[in-house]
C-alpha cells in the first residue's frame, strides 16, 4: 500500500467545536467520526502520504480580501467567521487542538497549517507547500462538513488536486445542513468515500 503523491488535510480538530467548553460543539450524533480519523491517521501516514494538520484562528482579516463569500446562508464557503460569539480566537483555549486529535500528531513528519479563513487554501500557501512536496492528490477529513471541509474541498478542486472526502471522518453541527454539504459535494468533481473504502482503494492502486 502507499499513500505517495497523497495529503490528508485533517480540518479543525479543536476545542471549540470539540470541548465541552466550545462555542460551536460538533452535534453528539457526529461525534463518531473522530474515532474513524484517529484509526485512518497512522494508516495514511505509514503508507507514505502526508498529513497536514489545518487550525483556524479568527479575527481581523483584511477587508480588501473579502467578497468571496456567498448569498447562500448554508455555504458561505469563501468567507471567515463574523458572528457575534468569538470562534477559535488566536491564543485561545478553542483555538487550541483537541487532545484526542492532538496525540495523533506525528511533530517529525506532519505539517501544521493555520488559516482565518474557512477554506484551507485561502492565503496559507498550502497550496504551494503541496506542489512542492509533489502531492497531487487531497484527502480531506474534519468539521464542520458544510464550512470549512466544503470550502477546503472547492479550493482543492480549483488548484486541481485529485480530492476525496472522507465521509465517515466528518463533523457536523446540524444534520439538514451535512446533508446538504454532502448533496454539493456528490455533484462536484470528486470522490465521496469512507475511510475503510479509501484504504481500500490505497490498497490496490496507487491513485484515489
Not at 20 to 46: C, K, M, Q, W, Y
Not at 55 to 63: A, F, H, K, N
Request: hydrophobic residues 40%; aromatic residues 6%.
Amino acid at each position: 500500500m502507499t499513500a505517495a503523491g497523497h495529503a490528508l488535510l485533517v480540518v479543525d480538530l479543536q476545542n471549540e467545536f470539540l470541548h465541552e467548553d466550545g462555542h460551536f460543539p460538533a452535534h453528539p450524533d457526529s461525534r463518531g467520526f473522530l474515532s474513524n480519523i484517529s484509526a485512518f491517521v497512522p494508516t495514511f501516514r505509514d503508507a507514505g502520504g502526508l498529513v497536514v494538520w489545518v487550525i483556524s484562528e479568527y479575527g481581523t482579516v483584511d477587508e480588501a480580501d473579502v467578497g468571496q463569500g456567498t448569498s447562500d446562508p448554508l455555504l458561505p464557503i469563501g468567507d471567515t467567521h463574523r458572528g457575534r460569539t468569538p470562534c477559535c480566537v488566536p491564543g485561545s483555549h478553542g483555538a487550541l487542538l483537541y487532545t484526542d486529535a492532538e496525540v495523533l500528531v506525528d511533530t517529525q513528519v506532519d505539517l501544521r497549517v493555520t488559516k482565518k479563513w474557512y477554506s484551507s487554501f485561502r492565503s496559507t500557501g498550502l497550496c504551494e507547500v503541496l506542489c512542492e512536496r509533489g502531492v497531487d492528490k487531497v484527502i480531506l477529513c474534519g468539521l464542520l462538513s458544510n464550512v470549512c471541509v466544503l470550502a477546503s474541498a472547492r479550493d482543492a478542486l480549483h488548484y486541481s488536486f485529485e480530492t476525496t472526502v472522507l465521509t465517515d471522518c466528518l463533523g457536523w453541527r446540524r444534520q439538514s445542513s451535512h446533508t446538504r454539504a454532502l448533496d454539493l459535494m456528490s455533484n462536484m468533481d470528486l470522490r465521496l468515500q469512507t475511510a475503510e473504502e479509501a484504504i481500500i482503494r490505497l490498497d490496490s492502486t496507487t491513485t484515489i
